[in-house]
Nanobody
Framework: VQLVESGGGLVQPGGSLRLSCAAS????????MSWYRQAPGKERELVAA????????NYADSMKGRFFISRDNAKNTVYLQMNSLKPEDTAMYFC????????????WGQGTQVTVSS
């Protein structure tokens, strides 16, 4: 049972990145998926979330219109498309899976670093 993030890296301000989170070992469609981020010295914050079967989404206000979350249930993968990146988007980005059947049960990935700098 695991979540593995990928796609992070160094990007210039205004650039784009697409993060991926590959899930294995559980029934992916039964889980709501989210992306969180944590910058040094700051608390972890929700970036975006997507429901399991229906795929409804929600975003933190500062990411609306720039970040887009999607999922491919056939590939057991959730994505985060990040556009118009700003230096303040620099953080470790984490994938989270929360069971729709047992809401207290959740999984975390190890994180992928995103650095926005010129």
């Amino acid at each position: 049972v695991q979540l593995v993030e990928s796609g992070g890296g160094l990007v210039q301000p205004g650039g784009s990145l697409r993060l991926s989170c590959a899930a294995s070992g559980f029934t992916f469609s039964n889980y709501d998926m989210s992306w969180y981020r944590q910058a040094p010295g700051k608390e972890r914050e929700l970036v975006a979330a997507i429901k399991g079967p229906g795929g409804s989404t929600n975003y933190a206000d500062s990411m609306k219109g720039r970040f887009f979350i999607s999922r491919d249930n056939a590939k057991n993968t959730v994505y985060l498309q990040m556009n118009s990146l700003k230096p303040e988007d620099t953080a470790m980005y984490f994938c989270n899976a929360r069971s729709r059947l047992l809401s207290w049960y959740e999984l975390w990935g190890q994180g992928t670093q995103v650095t926005v700098s010129s």
